[in-house]
Nanobody
Framework: QVQLVESGGGLVQAGGSLRLSCAAS????????MGWYRQAPGKQRDVVAT???????YHVDSVKGRFTISRDNTKNTVYLQMNSLKPEDTAVYYC?????????????WGQGTQVTVSS
């Protein structure tokens, strides 16, 4: 089994910064793609940013230039640096990982961390 544990959410004023972390543990042979998704109240869960095992990144247009995804493969951890936060960034942020274990490749999700941006 694989666990993803997120940290770093909280309440911040508009224009502020937060850094989210997500550490993976368990029966991990290889961490493939990892990423961050978010879900605002009454809306679907949408991708924010993703990163391959080799470090190739994708950021959704609405966060380009403000958010940066990165990972440390030695720590099985993915990060999301969020700068210039806006009230519309308020959501529950979920960590995602596609993991190769002893029984194949599977998708895993963290429990979610709340990010609230006040105006």
């Amino acid at each position: 089994q694989v666990q993803l544990v997120e940290s770093g959410g909280g309440l911040v004023q508009a224009g502020g910064s937060l850094r989210l972390s997500c550490a993976a543990s368990g029966n991990i042979f290889r961490l493939n793609n990892m990423g961050w998704y978010r879900q605002a109240p009454g809306k679907q869960r949408d991708v924010v940013a993703t990163i391959t095992n080799g470090g190739i990144t994708y950021h959704v247009d609405s966060v380009k230039g403000r958010f940066t995804i990165s990972r440390d493969n030695t720590k099985n951890t993915v990060y999301l640096q969020m700068n210039s936060l806006k009230p519309e960034d308020t959501a529950v942020y979920y960590c995602y990982a596609n993991v190769r274990t002893g029984i194949g490749n599977n998708d895993y999700w963290g429990q979610g961390t709340q990010v609230t941006v006040s105006s």
